[in-house]
């Protein structure tokens, strides 16, 4: 798929009009908008759509704007003692909310989505490997784990991740390719 094509839309079972909340951490950038891209189909499906993030992703993305709701859960991009925050502010979320299913994107809105526990099935979407030496390196490799064996399925953007996800202990990985953002025109 080229770099301007648009990501594959995510189809559902017919007749199936459940609920799916969409978590993501920061994002400026691609993750946040396949995340819009994903609700986008999803809607379209017939499913009701519930995008939990921090409040800029929602400005940045208008989630809403592609038939959405919105709920601020503010993950940032790297591990801070607000994690805790997160984890309980998701908790609440998701049980005021009442979803089918959980869909995380990326390491850090996985680690949070685990620690909450949902009561239904949880997706994550692996879209980077972790780069980071050192300590950091070794919290992320660590928390890779966490999501991998928490996760009812990995979805990875590449075949490494999918590896990697299963090395850690996911029971369930495939590959899912996340087709890069469109380009703007020059």
Known sequence: MSARSEPVQPSLPAGWSGSVALL????TGGVG????????????????VLVCGPAATQEQFDFVGVGARFQPVEIPASP?????????ALRRVLAAARVDVVHAHGLR?????????????LVVTWHNA???DGLRGGMSRLAERVVARGARVALAASSDLVRRAAALGATDAR?????????PVP
């Open 24 to 27: 993501l951490a920061s994002s």
């Open 33 to 48: 908008q396949h995340v819009r891209s994903v609700a986008r189909g999803l809607v379209a499906g017939g499913a009701s």
């Open 80 to 88: 801070t003692p607000a994690d805790a925050r997160a984890v309980l």
């Open 109 to 121: 809105a996985g680690l949070v989505a685990v620690l909450a526990r949902p009561a239904v099935p």
């Open 130 to 132: 972790v780069l980071a």
């Open 175 to 183: 590959l899912a390719p996340v087709a890069a953002p469109a380009l």
